[in-house]
């Protein structure tokens, strides 16, 4: 069974450039998280996705970010225009609420370095 | 205070010592609980999970979990160089999927 696939793995662009990450769930996981993890510290939660509603968005910096999961699967994380302090590494993880031990299944990240 | 708390290291103890890993949270009603290991550049995987109150082992780890004292702690007995990682402390919200991470403890496990 295939993971959490994301891409692309490293971007690096200028400042005030938009940028896309994409992620592919685990096949049949209906939640699925972006989370921003700086240098030394741990995952840091931007947006929650159950099927295709976004169910807490509470720590998306909506004037530059934005997020969309169509159809409930695949989900795309945007900025627009990138800022210096917005380099870090962007994790997407799926789950299935159904799921016995609650997992979080992560991707191999896609880093971002804003010049 | 941070909701999930962890002493960021790093933790160095010598091959085949016990590594001690300790995680404190704030919101009393948090279920679930998770360690996850994140070697350097990779993304973080989950060791182990623990619900209930007490210890809970497996292989080379146990959890343990103490709900009056809100802390969650993580023995990794035998250490090997190859368990030098971060390990990320992971709390389930009470009610919600929204997993709150601390910080990360670094461990470096010295041949």
């Known amino acids: 069974e295939a993971g959490v696939v994301q891409s692309p793995r490293y971007k690096i662009i200028e400042k005030k450039q938009p940028v896309a990450f994409w992620c592919n769930p685990i096949s049949g996981h209906n939640t699925l998280y972006w989370y921003l993890q700086n240098l030394g510290q741990g995952p840091e939660l931007l947006i929650r996705y159950e099927n295709e509603e976004a169910v807490d968005d509470s720590q998306l910096p909506k004037d530059r970010f934005s997020a969309e999961r169509l159809k409930g699967v695949d989900s795309t994380l945007k900025i627009q225009p990138a800022e210096l302090g917005d380099s870090a590494v962007y994790l997407c993880?799926?789950?299935?609420?159904?799921?016995?031990?609650?997992?979080?299944?992560f991707g191999e990240g896609s880093r971002l370095t804003v010049l | 205070q941070k909701e999930v708390e962890q002493n960021s290291g790093p933790l160095s103890v010598p091959e085949g010592a016990i590594a001690s890993l300790n995680c404190t949270y704030s919101?009393?009603?948090?279920?679930?609980f998770f360690w996850y290991r994140q070697y350097s550049g990779k993304s973080p995987e989950l060791i182990m999970f623990?619900?209930?109150?007490g210890d809970k082992e497996d292989g080379r780890f146990t959890a343990q979990l103490n709900k009056a004292s809100q802390y969650v702690s993580l023995l990794i007995r035998d250490s090997q160089p190859s368990d030098s990682a971060t390990y990320l402390c992971a709390v389930k919200a009470s009610g919600t999927y929204k997993y709150i991470f601390g910080t990360g403890t670094r461990l470096k496990v010295l041949a």
């Open positions: 919101d009393r009603g948090s279920q679930s």
């Open positions: 623990i619900y209930s109150n």
């Open positions: 993880a799926s789950s299935s609420l159904g799921g016995s031990t609650g997992e979080l299944f």
